[in-house]
């Protein structure tokens, strides 16, 4: 069974920092790559990022490079986006989903479980 549940979101001040954290209401993820997404109202969701099964590689959205990491802990428990040097623009809903696959696909279609979501917003 998953059910990922997101947490770790609130209003923040422009340059501060946040951590995400992502669970499977403590059961395990599994060997599964996991994506965080955004969504403002009106927008299409978009992938920030991703990270493959085992935390070896990941992938970033261009306008977070540099500024979020996300990462997960062998126990295949949690998985977490630490984002630092916020801006406004980041402001919005975001989701961690599991992916249908081990290894990075960058594509939401790719993705079969999703979380309700946390809010995160940035103040300027």
């Known amino acids: 069974q998953v059910q990922l549940v997101e947490s770790g979101g609130r209003l923040v001040q422009a340059g501060e920092s946040l951590r995400l954290s992502c669970t499977n209401s403590?059961?395990?993820?599994?060997?599964?790559?996991m994506g965080w997404f955004r969504q403002t109202p009106g927008k299409a969701r978009e992938l920030v990022a991703e990270i493959d099964w085992n935390g070896g590689r990941t992938y970033y959205e261009d306008s977070v490079k540099g500024r979020f990491t996300a990462s997960r802990d062998t126990a295949q428990t949690n998985v977490w986006l630490q984002m630092n040097s916020l801006k406004p623009e980041d402001t919005a809903t975001y989701y961690c989903?599991?992916?249908?696959?081990?290894?990075?696909?960058?594509?939401?279609?790719?993705?079969?479980?999703w979380g309700q979501g946390t809010q995160v917003t940035v103040s300027s």
């Open positions: 989903a599991r992916s249908l696959r081990p290894t990075l696909t960058m594509s939401m279609d790719m993705f079969n479980y």
């Open positions: 403590g059961r395990p993820l599994g060997s599964w790559a």
